[in-house]
């Protein structure tokens, strides 16, 4: 399905009367107008058809995660959960192309029309070439790709032009070089998620946890720098809508933010936890009741650092770390013979890396598993606190209408 055959970003009656009641613009996108939310992508499987497909419904920008996941599908479960190791991985993919595939199409099919339809792929899995070329030619609207520098985005959309591209970047450097390098392929990105590592969930967009709370990421600092910079180029300081992430959890947040010069804000944690979330209840809970004293940064398997809940699993795995640190050997495959990371601390032997299976780990969060189990959330407190609502309320609060606490 091309681009020109989607008919996706029209808000719906309800939802455009309240964001003009709000004072907010709305988000443009390859020319078509939404809601200024955007839902983060969660993996593995915690942004899926369902969630994407009920924020779309809204008439904002629902995004799937796209790796593994043939874990919402049972029978792609049974052709490739036990296979020999020789076979698992390209058969492993294979089934995620599938999987992909339907989970977008299933997401348009909620959204009946509103909103849009974007795919989160990391550019640290070893597929994101494929990922990305599914899910254009699965009428995806937008692409957002971050966990390293998506340089070679356009490239790899070139046959989809209505595809809104979206790098996910934390500083003005990372703003400058993908722009400049876009920019000789005759391209610009459609937007540019704003990712704060201090406040984020999942990994991060520092390359050392010293990093986290520098000051170049706040987004008072990197959303005029990023306008000026567009304003040395000779374009509008507004040419690219900037998309803050991370800590957002008001309607008061979403209009500073506005103010500043943004053109929306992303939520992940907050949409994770709503009834339409894909994720296990326990998933839910154990996010929503997590306190800021429960919540740890350490270096993830895939060399970034990253932001959990101390379950424990993760207690028991930052204590061990040190130690199997020193014992950290490159392997003859992945232990789950899957290979989802270009770059792995455990299947490569890099100590400095976590040596743990991210795909097992996460599989066993979004399953609901609490004892063994990594649950990504972000550093902040969640609109609803503790409690588990629809997303429809929580666009509704994001846009003033509703208060946090209703």
Known sequence: MSGAGRETGAVPSAMGALLSASGLAPLRLRGREVLPIVQGGMGVGVSAHRLAGAVAAQGAVGTIASVDLRRHHPDLMAETGHLPAAEAGPLI???????????????????????????NVMRAVTAYPAYVRQACESGADAIVMGAGLPLDLPDLAADHPDVALIPIL???????????????????????????????????????????????????????????????????PDAIPLIPAGGIDSHARVRQLLGLGAAAVQLGTAFAVTEEGDAHPAFKAVLAGAGSEQIVEFMSVAGLPARAVATPWLLKHLAAQPRKAELARAKARCVMAFDCLIQCGLRDGIGRFGQFCIDRQLAAAVNGDVRTGLFFRGAGRLPFGDRIRPVGELVRVLLGELPASA
Request: hydrophobic share 45%.
């Open 93 to 119: 993919d294979a089934a995620n192309l599938v999987a992909l595939d339907r989970e977008i199409r299933a997401a348009r099919a909620l959204a009946g029309g509103h909103g849009l339809i974007a795919v």
């Open 170 to 236: 934390s500083d003005l450097r990372g703003i400058q070089l993908v722009v400049r390098k876009w920019q000789r392929r005759g391209r610009l990105p459609d937007a540019i998620v704003i990712e704060h590592p201090r406040h984020a969930g999942g990994h991060l967009g520092a390359t050392r946890l010293e990093e986290i709370d520098d000051a170049r990421f706040d987004f008072e600092t990197v959303v005029p720098q990023a306008r000026a910079f567009f304003t040395s180029l000779g374009l509008a």
